[in-house]
Antibody, heavy 113, light 107 residues
Framework: EVQLLESGGGLVQPGGSLRLSCAAS????????MSWVRQAPGKGLEWVSV????????YYADSVKGRFTVSRDNSKNTLYLQMNSLRVEDTAVYYC??????WGQGTLLTVSS | EIVMTQSPATLSVSPGQRATLSCRAS??????LAWYQQKPGQAPRLLIY???TRATGIPARFGGSGSGTEFTLTISSLQSEDSAVYYC?????????FGQGTKVEIK
């Protein structure tokens, strides 16, 4: 069974940094592209970033480009999202997804002073 | 960026009736289109990918059709548990983009 478990969310002040992690199991992690998707409270879904299976091809939404960095450690079956210069509008539940198919349950990031 | 527009915003349907949801792309996305169901407090659940292929474990009452710029999700006989928000997603071009969602209510 595919399992994706996000962690690392919490309360951060504007301008701060945080790193999210996503631990994957139940499939060959190194064979799949992985994504981060977010959902602000009461709002729709926004694709944040995608990284291919080996980490050599990465895309970011314009809203996070230059502030967020996605990475993966295939030896640890783990996906990361380093978030810097956080803004109030980054407040959201952040989901990890295997490509666009299987999703984790999400971790909440709140950016507030 | 490809803009995905869903209609209607809200759909109220009686149990056992058909629900038809639409998704339009601002430019062709071929068949690179997925549909998701999201219930309150839950992660989105993949229903359909490649415009018309049901994901594993999805009931046969969910069907997808279309290609290019016009897509439809049909729930052939609505059940009470189908009350949710439904999103379409295009994955043809980066950035992948979602529609704004259609809320399906049970009458």
């Amino acid at each position: 069974e595919v399992q994706l478990l996000e962690s690392g969310g919490g309360l951060v002040q504007p301008g701060g940094s945080l790193r999210l992690s996503c631990a994957a199991s139940g499939f060959t992690f190194s064979s799949y592209a992985m994504s981060w998707v977010r959902q602000a409270p009461g709002k729709g879904l926004e694709w944040v970033s995608v990284i291919n299976d080996r980490g050599g091809s990465i895309y970011y939404a314009d809203s996070v480009k230059g502030r967020f960095t996605v990475s993966r450690d295939n030896s640890k079956n783990t996906l990361y999202l380093q978030m810097n210069s956080l803004r109030v509008e980054d407040t959201a539940v952040y989901y990890c997804a295997r490509s666009f198919a299987a999703w984790g349950q999400g971790t909440l990031l709140t950016v507030s002073s | 960026e490809i803009v995905m527009t869903q209609s209607p915003a809200t759909l109220s349907v009686s149990p056992g009736q058909r629900a038809t949801l639409s998704c339009r792309a601002s430019q062709s996305v071929s068949s690179d289109l997925a549909w998701y169901q999201q219930k309150p407090g839950q992660a989105p659940r993949l229903l359909i990918y490649d415009a018309s292929t049901r994901a594993t474990g999805i009931p046969a009452r969910f069907g997808g059709s279309g290609s290019g710029t016009e897509f439809t999700l049909t729930i052939s006989s609505l059940q009470s548990e189908d009350s949710a928000v439904y999103y379409c997603l295009q994955y043809n071009n980066w950035p992948w983009t979602f529609g704004q969602g259609t809320k399906v209510e049970i009458k």
